[in-house]
């Protein structure tokens, strides 16, 4: 466990006894790395945040913001560092400490999400302080960019080079190089394991011997890795659609089709029972109306209102958010008729915030459109960005950076070249509608460099409290074989809620998982592992459950 340095009595015994403080420190490495002498954190861990009013005109007047400042590269921490962006409730009563949360994605800002939908979690508060944080590289936390989207076509144009995988190649190559040249330094060292150490440099920051910590689906792999790296200083940790740790990128992209058409069926199901539906009350003509909309736009872009064209990949990423949520499927159905009878894109648009969410991150106003030549030099100094200077394409730019930052398969050139035409078949199989689509953001991480092997190699029989693990039957996003799998995987800290119930994750759609996520938090009253919640039809959040790119 790391020594608490916020008093000033504990940063005295530190700086006098540096080889203790060091293989404290050193608790976190991988095996590898901490046989090695380590480099000095302490000025790190001896922050305290210091808290004042967020700024901004539509945010919450008790909404709290503060920075915590951590090594870019923690195996050199004097090469450069980086503010990360945090915001809090405090806590109504006597506080026991904070809670930290993440939303997902990767790629989800909290401070962003806590400012629009922060409400739904004071409940929490009845005991502690509720903070979130920007993870580095993602909203204000040095935020990595491809250009405004540049970086991205390959994903977005309905891949024109699939065919020939040499020139889809080159264009992957292009693609990563305009990535870095927009990122910074930060890219470099992005990445889940990077993100779990800064969390417990945040812990520290906050005052808390252990780190309380609720997460949602790629948040779940975050939790995951902190509990391997830190396994003793972990507090009460809930995860909530459970992400996996092994498969590679290929098979996730795989299961991420096919839980999506698997959900665009049941929204087609639902949409021919009501006479406004524009495909008409025929689900199996439905379905064939849908994909030849996609192909059509894929061959013909229509304009849109913010500038550029709108293709039929942009449609199925849309489509994507949407599907997650039923309580999101009248405004789909009606969005899709905007789009088919009058070729209005706005609604169809509104679902595109992307990434893998618990709860939607509201990205209007942050950056679209602006004129981001001074982003750069931001992100060089490692200071906080402010929020209307984001990179538009932030989100999907720090999807792709950091799962490629956790996967460490990178096939070959030759390797692609001789499987791509049997790759294209399998996502195709899995769903016509989104496989392409699938099948494009995982040829992105070609051209990057080799993500890290520590997730599937170390990440087990977690030595930490016990953990509660929320898997829901109906996730089309983590489905709940991987709840299943990753308890397994972290070995007999992992405590397993059945939640009966559809959609991505449960705290926001069932009273029941939302209650036991609650008393586990907060009193530290853990459910019989295997236990269930039953399926709650009445649905009582509005907050909208959106998908895994």
């Known amino acids: 466990m790391l020594v608490k340095l916020s008093t000033r009595p504990a940063v005295r015994r530190c700086a006098g006894t540096g080889a203790l403080a060091l293989a404290l420190l050193g608790a976190g490495l991988p095996a590898a790395a901490a046989d090695r002498p380590q480099p000095d954190l302490s000025r790190f861990y001896r922050q305290k945040a210091a808290w004042a009013a967020c700024k901004g005109a539509d945010t919450p007047k008790d909404l709290q913001c503060a920075t915590v400042t951590v090594p870019i590269d923690y195996a050199h921490p004097g090469a450069g560092t980086l503010d990360l962006a945090l915001a809090r409730y405090r806590a109504t009563g006597p506080s026991r400490g904070s809670v930290l949360l993440n939303f997902g994605g990767p790629g989800g800002a909290g401070v962003g999400e806590f400012t629009s939908g922060g409400k739904q979690f004071m409940d929490l508060t009845n005991g502690y302080d509720v903070v979130t944080f920007d993870p580095r590289g993602v909203g204000r936390s040095s935020p990595v960019s491809c250009g405004d989207g540049q970086g991205l076509t390959v994903a977005t144009e309905g ?9 889809l190649l080159k264009r992957l190559r292009q693609d990563a190089d305009r990535c870095a040249r927009h990122s910074g330094p930060v890219l470099a060292h992005i990445g889940t394991v990077n993100a779990a150490r800064d969390m417990d440099v945040i812990r520290q920051a906050l005052g808390d011997k252990k ?14 890795v902190y509990a391997a790296q830190f396994p003793h200083n972990v507090g009460r940790m809930a995860l909530d659609g459970v992400d996996t740790l092994t498969e590679p990128l290929s098979e996730q992209g795989l299961v991420g089709a096919e839980g ?8 087609l199901d639902w949409c021919t029972t009501d006479v406004a539906c524009p495909f008409g009350q025929d689900t199996r003509a439905a379905g064939d109306q849908v994909l030849q909309l996609v192909r059509s736009l894929d061959e013909n872009p229509v304009p849109t209102d913010f500038g550029g064209a709108f293709s039929g990949q942009d449609l199925v990423g849309a489509i994507g958010q949407a599907l997650y949520s039923n309580e999101l499927w009248p405004s789909l159905e009606r969005a899709l008729a905007s789009l088919i009878e009058d070729g209005d894109t706005r609604r169809v648009l509104s679902f595109s915030s992307g990434g893998d ?25 490692g200071g906080l960005v402010d929020a209307q200077d984001v990179p538009a394409d932030n989100l999907p730019a720090a999807l792709m950076a950091i799962n490629c930052a956790d996967d460490p398969d990178r096939p070959t050139a030759t390797r692609i070249t001789k499987d791509l035409k049997d790759l294209r078949a399998a996502y195709d199989e899995a769903s016509p509608v989104f496989g392409r689509f699938r099948l494009t953001q995982l040829l992105m991480c070609y051209g990057r460099p080799k993500g890290t092997d520590f997730i599937r190699d170390r990440v087990k029989n977690v030595p930490s409290a016990r953990m509660l693990l929320v898997g829901t039957r109906g996730d089309p996003a983590t489905p709940y074989r991987w709840t299943e799998e990753t308890a397994r995987r972290l070995g007999p800290a992992a405590v397993v ?23 586990f938090l907060l009193y530290g ?13 009445d649905a009582w959040s509005s907050t909208a459950n959106t998908s895994n790119w």
């Open 159 to 167: 891949s024109p080079d699939i065919g020939r995988p040499q020139a």
């Open 211 to 224: 780190l309380n910590y609720l997460g949602f689906s790629y948040g779940t792999r975050l939790g995951a």
């Open 260 to 267: 999506q058409q698997t959900a665009l069926d049941d929204f």
């Open 357 to 381: 969410f618990a709860a939607p991150v509201r990205q209007g106003g942050q950056g679209q459109g602006r004129d981001h030549k001074n982003d750069h030099k931001k992100k060089q100094d």
């Open 497 to 519: 809620l059945d939640n009966k119930g559809e959609g991505h994750t449960g705290y926001s759609s069932s009273k029941c998982v939302h209650r036991k996520i609650d008393d």
């Open 525 to 537: 009253s853990l459910p019989p592992s295997g236990s269930s919640c039953p399926a709650d039809r």
